[in-house]
């Protein structure tokens, strides 16, 4: 069974960075791409950014600020958060897809307040 987990959420004061990780479990080949999605309380889910072999793509919001990272031909990836700001408080999701099949951690929960 295919599981991602992913780490490294908290709280952090506005201005500040976090580091999230994400690790797939139980597959024996690379996915095609990972990515990172985030729903705040009361919104939809939304796209971070993604990343594949051939792009990388980030949501306008965090264009500058977030550094998206994958680990060559590994199935990990991980968010470099800089200068967050309060409307960054989410729960954030980690997925790996392939052609078929797409794939989602638990969520790790980002709090950004004084």
């Known amino acids: 069974q295919v599981q991602l987990v992913e780490s490294g959420g908290g709280l952090v004061q506005p201005g500040g960075a976090l580091r999230l990780s994400c690790a797939a479990s139980?597959?024996?080949?690379?996915?095609?791409?990972m990515g990172w999605y985030r729903q705040a309380p009361g919104k939809e889910r939304e796209l971070v950014a993604v990343?594949?072999?051939?792009?990388?793509n980030y949501a306008e919001s965090v264009k500058g600020r977030f550094t998206i990272s994958r680990d060559n031909g590994k199935n990990t990836v991980q968010l470099q958060m800089n200068s967050l700001k309060p409307e960054d408080t989410a729960v954030y999701y980690c997925?790996?897809?392939?052609?078929?099949?797409?794939?989602w951690g638990k969520g790790t929960l980002v709090t950004v307040s004084s």
């Open positions: 997925n790996g897809y392939t052609g078929t099949n797409v794939y």
């Open positions: 139980g597959i024996i080949f690379s996915f095609n791409g």
């Open positions: 990343i594949s072999r051939e792009t990388i």
